[in-house]
């Protein structure tokens, strides 16, 4: 097992543009899966409420990663250019892996990433991570993804990623974006968008959504699955009935509120990162303000720093297997370079 480099909190790469075809000879087998790690509190929490569906098909392998290994493994991917992204941390982690935990497909992010922290620095190696053994391919539009059969190919950046839907229990549908253009995603199955309604099972809601069966976790939020105000599939509140004009409160870090007019009380900090409770707010926020969203990312030495949750993190690229820290020319943001 290889050492992982340690985080600390104290308060893209942009490669040259690449050509379609083959971009890695590597041959080796992709590594297999280390044994799993602690489980943080809001991965035993989805586990936990994603095994409570109605059926089988309601459920979805629990989940064995933590948050700072999927920022490291977003920082060390896109050092090896895939997940080519302006920011190098900061946005793969809220918009790619917390976003992964709300619609269930955590279970495929995790074995990629897990591939790739094995495989570091060796970015031939990194690259077979998301391409399922297979070298990547350049692609120029989304538009250009498809379903393997049951492997989700989407046009990410400039590159073809491969994502397993039957990690997660799911299956890949070609699903409407426009009223022309479709692309590939992972759902519970091709529906009728305006005819197929919502539905439960257990904590999941599935809406259906361009021909394709989305699916949510509403137990992540501290809801449920039920009926909303309209009488559709929502997630709502698993408390009694409330007005919607019901004022959110903070008792301590547990949030109550109305929604779906039923009352929630989520507990912020079993969210995905340090989360508080604002009683000015009203509702769950970063645990720190030493920085925001968006904040471009920044060198210091060797290390990356990177804004997680309202404060600055700083990832050491020399332990990753890099050579150095750089904005590169014609990028705000800082990246590890090898």
């Known amino acids: 097992m290889r050492r992982r480099p340690p985080i600390s909190s104290p308060g893209a790469r942009s490669p040259g543009a690449r050509s379609p075809g083959a971009r890695s000879p590597g041959a080796r087998a992709i590594p297999r899966l280390m044994a799993a790690r602690a489980i943080p509190l809001a991965l035993i929490l989805l586990a936990a409420q994603l095994s409570c569906g109605d059926d089988d098909t309601g459920t979805t392998p629990p989940v064995s990663f933590s948050r ?127 005819q197929d309604t919502g539905a439960c099972q257990g904590s999941l809601l599935l809406t259906c959504g361009g021909g394709n069966w989305e699916v949510k976790s509403c137990g992540l939020e501290g809801l449920t699955c039920g009926d909303g105000p309209t009488g559709a599939k929502e997630c709502i509140g698993p408390g009694a009935p409330c007005a919607d004009d019901t004022e959110p409160t903070c008792q301590g870090d547990v949030l109550r509120d109305c929604v779906g007019r039923h009352l929630r009380e989520l507990d912020c900090t079993t969210l995905p990162g340090s989360h508080v409770c604002s009683p000015t707010d009203g509702a769950c926020v970063p645990a720190s303000s030493d920085c925001i969203p968006g904040d471009p990312e920044q060198c210091q030495g060797r290390s990356i720093r990177i804004c997680v949750d309202g404060a600055w993190m700083t990832l050491d690229c020399g332990e990753l297997g890099f050579s150095s820290c750089q904005v590169v020319p014609g990028s705000s943001s800082a990246h590890c370079v090898p």
């Open 68 to 194: 700072t290994d999927a920022l490291m493994a977003c920082v060390a991917a896109n050092a090896c250019g895939v997940l080519n992204y302006g920011y190098a941390g900061s946005y793969c982690l809220s918009s790619g892996w917390d976003r992964s935990l709300s619609t269930t497909m955590a279970p495929i992010w995790a074995d990629i990433y897990e591939c790739v922290l094995q495989a570091v620095p060796d970015c031939a190696q990194v690259e077979l991570c998301f391409g399922q053994g297979q070298p990547l391919q350049g692609c120029s539009e989304v538009t250009d993804g498809y379903c393997d059969g049951d492997v989700q190919v989407s046009c990410a950046v400039d590159t073809f990623i491969r994502l397993d839907c039957a990690r997660a229990n799911m299956t890949c549908v070609m699903t409407n974006v426009t009223t022309s253009d479709v692309v590939p995603k992972c759902g519970k199955g091709a529906c009728v968008e305006g």
